[in-house]
T-cell receptor, first 108, second 113 residues
């Protein structure tokens, strides 16, 4: 049973395009996380959301608690945005449960 | 800015050998986690640790695995007798009591031959 579903699994876009990655989850959560993983393997936290919307530079994350859905948007995409983007959630102090990730490739 | 560190960055070992993966969490953090990621797969939870004891462990975390916080700064993951299928990237994470946000170390790539 997949508690976190991400789409698409792979996404290739031209530089400058607006990118949307979606995440759906099936259980009650305390927080939804968007993480970035580069080819070297390290994981970087981008956003943590409990409600509403957050923005950091060209990245925007939204969450709809009632629909159990979150989106990550990238405006004016750039080749350096190429990475795997991972959605994860936790409940209280418990473990993070991860999605399978979306591999994003931005072509110059 | 404080960060979680992990050593070594890459460990190669033979099947059946014991390995210890080391993590230094951020100093005021109280909750500690190990996760692993087999190549091409999603990140999976192994174990969480709080107040000097395991608070939760996954089915993966069998008797071959153990964790320890030996000296108040290090947090270690020991695999007693490694198997080929233990080859993966192992991530340590930590957090404070009042936040849901976990901070990840850079990972240790374990290769079992």
């Amino acid at each position: 049973k997949n508690e976190v579903e991400q789409s698409p699994q792979n996404l290739t876009a031209q530089e400058g395009e607006f990118i949307t990655i979606n995440c759906s989850y099936s259980v009650g959560i305390s927080a939804l996380h968007w993480l970035q993983q580069h080819p070297g393997g390290g994981i970087v936290s981008l956003f943590m959301l409990s409600s509403g919307k957050k923005k950091h530079g060209r990245l925007i994350a939204t969450i709809n608690i009632q629909e159990k859905h979150s989106s990550l948007h990238i405006t004016a995409s750039h080749p350096r945005d190429s990475a795997v983007y991972i959605c994860a959630f936790n409940f209280g102090n418990e473990k993070l449960t991860f999605g399978t990730g979306t591999r994003l490739t931005i072509i110059p | 800015e404080p960060e979680v560190t992990q050593t070594p960055s890459h460990q190669v070992t033979q099947m059946g050998q014991e390995v210890i993966l080391r993590c230094v969490p951020i100093s005021n953090h109280l909750y500690f986690y190990w996760y692993r990621q087999i190549l091409g797969q999603k990140v999976e939870f192994l174990v969480s640790f709080y107040n000097n004891e395991i608070s939760e462990k996954s089915e993966i975390f069998d008797d071959q695995f153990s964790v320890e916080r030996p000296d108040g700064s290090n947090f270690t993951l020991k695999i007693r007798s490694t198997k080929l299928e233990d080859s993966a990237m192992y991530f340590c994470a930590s957090k404070v009591r009042r936040s849901y946000e976990q901070y990840f170390g850079p990972g240790t790539r374990l290769t079992v031959t």
